[in-house]
């Protein structure tokens, strides 16, 4: 079986160093990567571009909204993709995630979705 070509969509603002260790965790997993930046002031969006990542500054003039994001970045991933991965700027993906997820696909035509599971880096640093 050929491996898929899976692009990654990021989204995020003001993320710093999480949305680093969120790049570098899907890289290598990933043959594209797209961040999408709602505004960021604290050099998301360079910082993004320094990893090789494809960036999209949305338009200030419209509402930012998390479907907005998702919606640009798959616009701007484009063809040729057989799966995409979208992950919160905050969030990172465990190593070997993206090749189960498309190794599960892949055996399964008839499921369209495959999730994980979200779990906090930190739990104990939340009051």
């Known amino acids: 079986m050929t491996a898929p070509a899976i692009g990654a969509v990021v989204i995020g603002r003001n993320e710093g160093e999480r949305l680093i260790r969120c790049l570098r965790s899907l890289q290598g997993q990933v043959q594209q990567l797209v961040y999408v930046d709602s505004g960021?002031?604290?050099?998301?969006?360079?910082a993004a571009r320094t990893l090789g990542a494809?960036?999209?500054?949305?338009?200030?003039?419209q509402p930012f909204t998390a479907a907005r994001a998702r919606n640009a970045g798959l616009a701007a991933l484009g063809d040729g993709f057989e799966y995409v991965q979208f992950v919160d700027g905050d969030c990172e993906a465990d190593p070997g995630w993206i090749a189960a997820a498309a190794a599960f696909l892949?055996?399964?035509?008839?499921?369209?979705v495959?999730?994980?599971r979200r779990r906090e880096r930190f739990p104990e640093a939340w009051p």
């Open 106 to 112: 892949q055996s399964r035509p008839e499921v369209a």
């Open 40 to 46: 960021s002031t604290d050099g998301s969006a360079e």
């Open 54 to 61: 494809r960036v999209v500054e949305l338009d200030l003039s």
């Open 114 to 116: 495959a999730c994980g």
